[in-house]
């Protein structure tokens, strides 16, 4: 039972270009959630989604980020023009449930997409 | 806003030391509390839980008591194993009252020697 896939790994960008981070849940999860690790901080929230909706993006920036979870495939998190400031762990959790399970912490993380802006 | 305070890291200990992390939280509700560990190499995982006052949550040996009264929720091992060696994440959500976040510690690595 494969766990939350997370890819690419690694990223290595120059300023101006775009990122696509992708994050495949675990089998039968529809609910996903991207976190945002920038060096020496703590994991930072940035948005939930559900199949084909997005439900929270209270913590995304306001511009250049962006993210879906298509009806089939797996969620993007991307990012266009990036910049330094960017450069972080992004990663993602799913769970087969919403409030309840997040209430009970039951969220499976990925291993992280390191994103390096050169 | 809600926010958690975890000791600074590093941490190194000999194997069989006695482990304590220390976490406070401040929170505008009644939030349920987390330990989350990450493995090199691997994902965060969920360790042990508490969800309401004077709860202790434990797993694997660590525990931890949800102390309202102190707003903390310090991690707890008896005696450290170099398997332990991980980073450690100590979490807050407010989902009961309808939040979609979980708030994260910055993590304190805890290494354990042989």
């Known amino acids: 039972n494969a766990g939350v896939m997370q890819n690419p790994r690694h990223l290595v960008r120059r300023r101006g270009q775009e990122a696509r981070l992708r994050c495949s849940p675990m089998k039968g999860h529809s609910h996903v959630y991207w976190y945002r690790q920038l060096p020496e901080e703590g994991l930072k929230f940035m948005v939930y989604?559900?199949?084909?909706?997005?439900?929270?993006e209270s913590g995304m920036p306001k511009e250049r980020f962006s993210a879906e979870f298509p009806k089939e495939g797996p969620s993007i998190l991307r990012i266009q023009q990036v910049v330094r400031g960017d450069s972080a762990a992004y990663f993602c959790?799913?769970?087969?449930?919403?409030?309840?399970?997040?209430?009970?912490?039951?969220?499976?993380f990925g291993e992280g997409s390191r994103l390096t802006v050169l | 806003g809600d926010s958690v305070t975890q000791m600074e890291g590093p941490v190194t200990l000999s194997e069989e030391a006695f482990l304590t992390i220390n976490c406070t939280y401040t929170?505008?509700?009644?939030?349920?509390l987390f330990w989350y560990v990450q493995y090199p190499g691997e994902g965060l995982q969920l360790l042990l839980k508490?969800?309401?006052?004077?709860d202790k949550g434990s797993n694997k040996g660590f525990e931890a008591t949800y102390r309202k009264e102190t707003t903390s929720f310090h991690l707890e091992k008896g005696s450290v194993q170099v398997s332990d060696s991980a980073v450690y994440f100590c979490a807050l959500t407010l989902a009961r009252a309808g939040s979609y976040q979980l708030t994260f510690g910055k993590g304190t690595k805890l290494s354990v020697i042989p």
């Open positions: 989604l559900q199949k084909e909706n997005i439900i929270d």
């Open positions: 959790a799913s769970s087969p449930r919403g409030q309840e399970r997040l209430d009970t912490g039951e969220l499976f």
């Open positions: 508490a969800t309401k006052a004077d």
């Open positions: 929170a505008t509700g009644y939030p349920s």
